[in-house]
């Protein structure tokens, strides 16, 4: 079955401009019905890491904001915290990084909550009995919302191939040692030079797999194989970065790994959904970098649906129905070739529609209609 996905061009005229369209949008998409008066409705964005502009920007999220409250309903906006150390792995780092970005109070009217909490911690595990994961950790904050609304900037992304809302929802809504767990199946090691046996990943460690050992006046501490579980917990426990963070998941695996944290995701949440992706400043990586590159094709527009599959369909398709813009882009320019498969060029994208589409969160096969 073919499902709906709205859609309104990037161009503004007099009278309707980008605000008005987001506005038309959540109605023909009728977001409403996703959440009740009084429902905790998290909007799920991405912040933004600082130095990087390609992330979609507070004033537009604002009109998704005032929808929402016209409705009665209470939004707040959130993310998880990364796995990497960058400006947004722990809340303080992040809500600092978002307020930098312009995510004001003041100017998009809603409270930003990070959902695994300080330091990734808070997570709630959810069962879903899946090929890669039986349980998945999803975001305290999200998981215990009512709703959902995905926020999604629509973009190239060097470890998926495109990133929409499939990877925002399932990556960005995994806790810090979700993520680890996502991004590879190789358990930690300690690097002994690194560590002054703290002891801060022993009191984190679930499997007690961790004990601090003393060797030529050096204390260090060391996993034992045979007991760990790989949670990743002590990967993003460590202050000293002794305990290395694995990033050699395989494109497939990590794509299907991500659409089982979606799956978790909305889990609680079935009718409770709602999707937005951004195809404005469609650049080729991930907005997880300090920069970002220039767009390689035109702004295109805004799209919205209540099927995450159907609504990232539509935007690989609507990309690569355009002509390319050279720069990082140097062949498949033509209209109706694959921008994404030319830029990152050993990942199969659509591993994550199959995938998601055979645990049946949603179809691949759309109505575009113009809003
Ligand atoms: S938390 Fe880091 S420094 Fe502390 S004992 Fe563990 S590995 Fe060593
Ligand atoms: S991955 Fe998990 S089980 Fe293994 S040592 Fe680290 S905290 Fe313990």
């Not at 605000?19 to 996703?34: M, P, R, S, Y």
């Not at 905790?40 to 991405?46: E, Y």
Request: some cysteine; overall charge neutral; hydrophobic content about 35%.
């Amino acid at each position: 079955m073919s499902s709906d996905v709205f859609f309104a061009d990037a161009r503004s005229r007099s009278g309707n401009n980008l605000f008005t369209k987001i506005k038309n949008l959540f109605e023909a998409a009728n977001l409403k019905d996703v959440f009740k008066k009084d429902d905790f409705v998290a909007l799920k964005v991405h912040f933004g890491e600082p130095g990087n502009l390609g992330y979609v920007k507070p004033n537009l999220i604002r009109q998704i904001v005032e929808k929402i409250k016209e409705y009665k309903a209470h939004p707040f906006l959130t993310d998880t915290n990364t796995l990497y150390v960058g400006q947004r792995s722990n809340a303080i780092n992040h809500i600092k990084s978002a307020i930098e970005n312009g995510f004001a109070y003041s100017v998009v009217n809603a409270p930003i909550i990070i959902a695994d909490g300080l330091t990734g911690k808070e997570y709630y595990e959810v069962e879903i009995n899946q090929n890669y994961f039986k349980t998945v950790k999803i975001g305290g904050a999200i998981h215990h919302s009512d709703s959902i609304i995905v926020v999604s900037h629509f973009k190239g992304h060097e470890a998926t191939g495109f990133g929409g809302t499939l990877k925002n929802l399932g990556m960005g809504s995994g806790s810090r040692s979700g993520k680890q767990m996502m991004h590879s199946d190789i358990l930690p090691t300690i690097e002994i030079e690194k560590c002054n046996a703290c002891a801060k990943c022993i009191r984190w460690c679930p499997a007690n797999a961790i004990q601090v050992f003393k060797d030529n006046n050096q204390k260090y501490a060391k996993i034992d194989e045979k007991k760990c579980i790989g949670c990743g917990e002590c990967t993003v426990t460590c202050n000293y970065r002794a305990i290395a963070i694995n990033w050699k998941e395989e494109a497939d695996v990590l794509q299907k790994k991500i659409v089982e944290y979606a799956y978790g995701v909305l889990k609680n949440k079935e009718n409770q959904a709602g999707y937005f992706n951004f195809l404005l400043d469609i650049t080729p990586d991930c907005d997880c970098t300090s920069w970002n590159d220039i767009p390689f094709v035109n702004d295109i527009g805004i799209m919205a649906s209540k099927d995450p599959v159907a609504i990232d369909q539509a935007g690989v398709d609507i990309v690569n129905q355009k002509i390319g813009l050279e720069g990082r882009l140097t062949e498949n320019l033509k209209a109706g070739e694959d921008k994404f498969r030319s830029i990152h060029k050993n990942i199969n994208w659509e591993v994550q529609l199959e995938y998601a589409e055979k645990l049946k969160l949603g179809s691949r096969k759309y109505n575009l209609i113009e809003v």
